[in-house]
């Protein structure tokens, strides 16, 4: 049995060595920030054509029972020990969207007209309700200069709500990047998997996007709940990823579940706290936050500028 457990080991640091390619400042989340509006303010180095490049970040596991924290990456996970970890008290998630097709695989034109006129009257459920759809709207009003005319990156999408909101607030194009495969329908909303968005940033055809909206999405990569490979790092990879290809001046409009301490619920999600939030939003000038849907709402959703202009 211990044998058994060696080997696992070993091909848990295989992992680890692999995600690391290209990576950096961008793993090292012992990088230490300055005081800021909200968390300390990280300064990181990033290489984006090795973050771009390397394919392993965007695996995906094999099927079969999702995994449990591995013994040899509960230190990355945990940050050292400055992250809580937890675990889901039933079953672990197990759903495999990537590279296979998404939740809702086609997005037709009067889909996406139809919940943008409802986003506009306050009516959109979206993913998580009327209220938390409008603070969303809220947060694309405060960066409408970079939204209106802009071409848009949605990262994490099972379900074109975001989308549609944007389309309402007057974006001219909009790229969603998902690990299902989803066909669009809609002139201004096209989609891309991973491995079509490292394709498109090797061969230069990436565009430099004006902002990057993402909600309830980052804090899942890399747990395996999505039939992602494990990645200590996924999230960070994600949105550094992010800012290699937002222009200077751009806004990044983030949603993810926020509370005092940091904490992993395995495999469902991460909740940040300044430790973690410090290391999401590296390099990036913070500039406001909303006010959540409800006293009891789990996410918190960050207005953000990528400096340079």
């Given at each position: 049995?211990?044998?058994?457990?060696?080997?696992?080991?070993?091909?848990?640091?295989?992992?680890i060595e692999e995600l690391l390619v290209g990576c950096g400042d961008?793993?090292?989340?012992?990088?230490?920030?300055?005081?800021?509006?909200?968390?300390?303010?990280?300064?990181?180095?990033?290489?984006?054509?090795?973050?771009?490049?390397?394919?392993?970040?965007?695996?995906?596991?094999?099927?079969?029972?999702?995994?449990?924290?591995?013994?040899?990456?509960?230190?990355?996970?945990?940050?050292?020990?400055?992250?809580?970890?937890?675990?889901?008290?039933?079953?672990?998630?197990?759903?495999?969207?990537?590279?296979?097709?998404?939740?809702?695989?086609?997005?037709?034109?009067?889909?996406?007209?139809?919940?943008?006129?409802?986003?506009?009257?306050?009516?959109?459920?979206?993913?998580?309700?009327?209220?938390?759809?409008?603070?969303?709207?809220?947060?694309?009003?405060?960066?409408?200069?970079?939204?209106?005319?802009?071409?848009?990156?949605?990262?994490?999408?099972?379900?074109?709500?975001?989308?549609?909101?944007?389309?309402?607030?007057?974006?001219?194009?909009?790229?969603?990047?998902?690990?299902?495969?989803?066909?669009?329908?809609?002139?201004?909303?096209?989609?891309?998997?991973?491995?079509?968005?490292?394709?498109?940033?090797?061969?230069?055809?990436?565009?430099?996007?004006?902002?990057?909206?993402?909600?309830?999405?980052?804090?899942?990569?890399?747990?395996?709940?999505?039939?992602?490979?494990?990645?200590?790092?996924?999230?960070?990879?994600?949105?550094?990823?992010?800012?290699?290809?937002?222009?200077?001046?751009?806004?990044?409009?983030?949603?993810?579940?926020?509370?005092?301490?940091?904490t992993l619920f395995w495999n469902a999600h991460r909740s940040y706290?300044?430790?973690?939030?410090?290391?999401?939003?590296?390099?990036?000038?913070?500039?406001?936050?909303?006010?959540?849907?409800?006293?009891?709402?789990?996410?918190?959703?960050?207005?953000?500028?990528?400096?340079?202009?």
């Open positions: 049995e211990e044998e058994e457990e060696e080997r696992k080991d070993l091909l848990h640091l295989l992992r961008v793993c090292d989340t012992d990088i230490q920030g300055v005081e800021s509006l909200f968390f300390p303010r990280l300064t990181k180095e990033v290489d984006c054509v090795g973050l771009w490049s390397n394919a392993a970040i965007d695996k995906s596991r094999p099927p079969g029972p999702a995994p449990e924290i591995p013994r040899v990456m509960r230190e990355h996970f945990s940050y050292g020990g400055r992250v809580s970890l937890g675990r889901r008290p039933h079953d672990l998630y197990n759903a495999h969207y990537l590279d296979a097709p998404a939740l809702v695989p086609v997005w037709t034109a009067e889909m996406v007209d139809g919940w943008a006129d409802m986003c506009g009257k306050g009516t959109l459920g979206g993913s998580y309700g009327e209220a938390e759809t409008e603070m969303l709207l809220q947060g694309l009003w405060r960066i409408r200069a970079s939204i209106r005319e802009g071409h848009v990156l949605v990262i994490g999408s099972e379900r074109p709500w975001i989308e549609a909101c944007l389309v309402h607030a007057g974006a001219r194009e909009i790229t969603t990047l998902e690990y299902g495969k989803i066909q669009s329908e809609h002139a201004k909303v096209r989609t891309m998997i991973p491995a079509e968005a490292r394709e498109a940033f090797a061969n230069g055809t990436m565009p430099s996007f004006d902002a990057v909206v993402s909600f309830s999405s980052v804090e899942h990569t890399g747990l395996g709940r999505y039939g992602d490979a494990l990645n200590p790092w996924g999230d960070l990879q994600t949105i550094a990823r992010a800012w290699c290809v937002t222009r200077a001046g751009g806004t990044m409009l983030l949603g993810v579940p926020s509370a005092g301490q940091d706290g300044s430790v973690m939030w410090s290391h999401l939003a590296a390099n990036w000038d913070q500039v406001s936050r909303l006010d959540r849907s409800a006293p009891d709402a789990d996410h918190l959703l960050l207005l953000f500028r990528k400096p340079g202009l």
